[in-house]
Structures are given as structure tokens and as C-alpha cells.
């Protein structure tokens, strides 16, 4: 397999060319965070995830990052360049004149937090107050791109302020049955108010001049208005989930897998009106297979959907979780080679093989993959 050798070169326009440069979380010093209202809808209320935020088991940081270096070593003998974040001090709490919280929470998972898009690294607002410096664990290595790619564009969306004001504080307390969620959910009552554009990088599905946004807990009308504006020449779609009572990052909803096939999480139903982009450019709405496990692991604030999940490595190679054997085999009568990734005892800080990674640099160009809009 070709590969970039030393030469930094940012440029990644979906989610499926062939990927020759990543960033690839590390666990070390990853902390429960202390609760806030966006972390509220990852914890169940009397979950050991509310009661003991803090420092992480030390063990569990040693496995986990045993599991990302394992993972790091089968990228690299793919021919992909990773690189690593550098942990801060994730303990020191985060102030700001409009808020403070107890402590951040790691430098894994990156790609909630930097897109890229063609020749461009956007930092995105981030929707939880404990992230709201996470984007210092990647400056070494942004700086460093700025430094060595002339073409790269390097832009931070303006950081917002997470005051009450953000928040429907009372959201939660609220709506904290499903029988009282679903309603609001289905009718995009979501957590967040629209004071300020807010949006977290994982809600984008990147698919060329078209790019998918969740409407949800992770991003609002606001931060989709900006992403629009900001991407003037790319079509901005924003989607919402109804079935899903907590919308937070769509890369375990709505995954595309290579031109003309999506995968889609049956328990998350794609509205018709949504699926009309898809069906006018003769894409197939592939419903994901049922995930190997009934629950998450220990300490985790991810669904069991973490199964779809998947980092694709080129149109017809992908990592899947090890022990999602049904995602696999599915994978593979699609025709994909699926090469399997323990990554289990990771995926409690903070999610899956795409959740772990952002591209930097994938082959390929700006391409138009849905010709035909709906009106
Ligand atoms: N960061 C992806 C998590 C989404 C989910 O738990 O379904």
C-alpha cells in the first residue's frame, strides 16, 4: 500500500477514500466527568457513571490504551501514518467567566472534537463544558501540519459559552422517561437552546459536497446555520433521529460506508423524507446488523450501537470491533475485507473505531455523490 512517508498533507472530503494519515486517541489521565447538563443525557441516573465522576481506575487506562496502540500497530501495517494527542492535565477543573467544572475529561475520543474537511482541520464548539480545552491536546500536532502542509487550512469555530443560557437546565429532571423524552425528541425539543452556534465534530457523516449533520444533543440549529455558512460551496443536510432519546454523535446512527451504501441503525429509523437523499441518487439504506452485546462495558457513556461504529479504511477495507462478529459478517457480505480490532476495553472513554480517530489526510477529491437535492 502507498503512503504518505513523511510528507503532512491535510485533505479527507468522506468518510471512505483510501486513508493514509490519522490522529488516533490515547486514554492516559481520561477522567469521569463531574456532572453538567450535556453529560447528563450519557449517564443513567443512579449509574456508577453519576455517582463516582473523577480519575478512571488506573487499570482500565492501562487496557485501554493497550487497545489503542494495538489498533495504532494494525493502521500502521496498512500503510496509514498515526499520530497521537498529548495529554493535559486532565484533573485541572475549567473555568471560564461563564462557568466552572470540576475537571476535563481526556484526549480520546478525537474525533468528537476536529473535522476535516478537504484541505481543512476545524476545532468544533463542543457541547460539554468539561471539553471545552480538549482541543489543547491536538495543538501539537495541528501546529505541526500548519508547519509542514502550506495548503492546510487550520480553523476553530468560536468557542461558545456554555453559560445556563446554552442549556435547558431543566431538561433532564423534565423529560426523564422514555414516555416523556420521545415526544420531545420526535418534535426537536433537544437539550440545547439556540443562544449560540454549538456543535460537536462526530455529528457530521462527510460524503463529499454533501455532509450530514445531526440536529440533536450535540448540535443545534445555530451550529448547523454556521457550518453552512462557513462550507458556503458544500451542501449542509441537517438530520434528526426521532426514535433515538439521546442524540449525541452520529457515527453509531448513520454510517456511510463507500458511493452508494450507508449504513443505517435500524432502531434509529431515518425519517422518509431523509431517506429521499439517498434513494434520488441510487443509494442502498443498509439497516446495521444487531450488536454482539446487550450492554455496554463498565464505565461507559456509549450505546450497544457502538457495534456500527466502524473506521473505513478504503472502499473496501474495514476495522470492526472484534467481538461484533454479526456487524462483521454482514460487513463482509457486502463485500468488504473486514479486519477485526479488539477494542472492547477502550470503548468506555469515549467510543468506537471511529470515535477513537480523525483523518488527516485521505486520497481523493471534492466529489458531487447526490446530483440529484430534494427540493
Ligand atoms: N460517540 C458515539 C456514541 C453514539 C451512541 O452511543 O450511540
Not at 502507498?2 to 471512505?16: A, L
Request: hydrophobic fraction near 40%; include cysteine.
Amino acid at each position: 500500500m502507498r503512503t504518505t512517508g513523511s510528507v503532512t498533507r491535510v485533505n479527507s472530503w468522506n468518510e471512505w477514500d483510501p486513508l493514509r494519515h490519522v490522529i488516533l486517541g490515547r486514554a492516559d489521565g481520561c477522567r469521569i466527568p463531574p456532572p453538567e447538563p450535556a453529560f447528563r443525557c450519557r449517564v443513567s441516573p443512579g449509574t456508577e457513571m453519576e455517582a463516582g465522576w473523577g480519575a478512571r481506575p488506573p487499570e482500565t487506562v492501562a487496557m485501554a490504551n493497550e487497545e489503542l496502540d494495538g489498533f495504532a500497530r494494525v493502521l500502521e501495517s496498512l500503510g496509514v501514518r498515526v499520530d497521537r494527542p498529548s495529554p493535559l492535565d486532565f484533573a485541572k477543573p475549567v473555568v471560564t467567566p461563564d462557568f466552572e467544572t470540576g475537571s476535563m475529561m481526556g484526549c480520546m475520543p478525537p474525533r468528537d472534537v476536529l473535522v476535516t474537511v478537504g484541505n481543512e482541520i476545524l476545532e468544533a464548539t463542543m457541547s460539554y463544558r468539561c471539553r471545552w480545552f480538549e482541543y489543547l491536546a491536538y495543538r501539537p500536532l495541528l501546529e505541526q501540519y500548519f508547519r509542514e502542509d502550506p495548503r492546510m487550512r487550520w480553523e476553530a469555530a468560536p468557542k461558545p459559552r456554555l453559560s445556563d443560557r446554552s442549556f435547558k437546565v431543566d431538561y433532564f429532571s423534565k423529560y426523564a422517561t422514555l414516555k416523556d423524552r420521545l415526544p420531545r425528541v420526535e418534535a426537536k425539543d433537544f437539550l440545547t437552546t439556540e443562544v449560540e452556534p454549538l456543535f460537536d465534530a462526530a455529528e457530521l457523516a462527510r460524503m463529499g459536497k454533501d455532509i450530514v449533520v445531526q440536529h440533536g444533543f450535540g448540535a443545534n440549529l445555530a451550529g448547523i446555520d454556521w457550518l453552512r455558512r462557513h462550507f458556503p460551496e458544500l451542501r449542509i443536510h441537517a438530520m434528526n433521529f426521532p426514535a433515538d432519546p439521546h442524540p449525541m454523535h452520529i457515527d453509531c446512527t448513520l454510517v456511510p460506508l463507500r458511493p452508494g451504501l450507508v449504513l443505517a441503525n435500524p432502531a434509529r429509523p431515518m425519517l422518509p423524507e431523509q431517506r429521499l437523499l439517498f434513494e434520488k441518487n441510487g443509494w442502498q439504506i443498509v439497516e446495521a446488523a444487531r450488536p454482539a452485546h446487550k450492554s455496554p462495558p463498565p464505565l461507559s457513556y456509549s450505546s450497544v450501537w457502538l457495534s456500527m461504529n466502524v473506521l473505513v479504511v478504503d472502499p473496501k477495507t474495514v476495522c470492526v470491533e472484534a467481538s461484533e462478529t454479526h456487524q462483521a459478517e454482514q460487513l463482509d457480505r457486502l463485500g468488504f475485507e473486514v479486519i477485526p480490532v479488539p477494542f472492547r476495553k477502550a470503548c468506555p472513554f469515549g467510543g468506537g473505531l471511529h470515535c477513537a480517530t480523525v483523518d488527516v489526510y485521505r486520497e481523493g477529491a471534492l466529489e458531487d455523490y447526490f446530483p440529484n437535492q430534494v427540493a
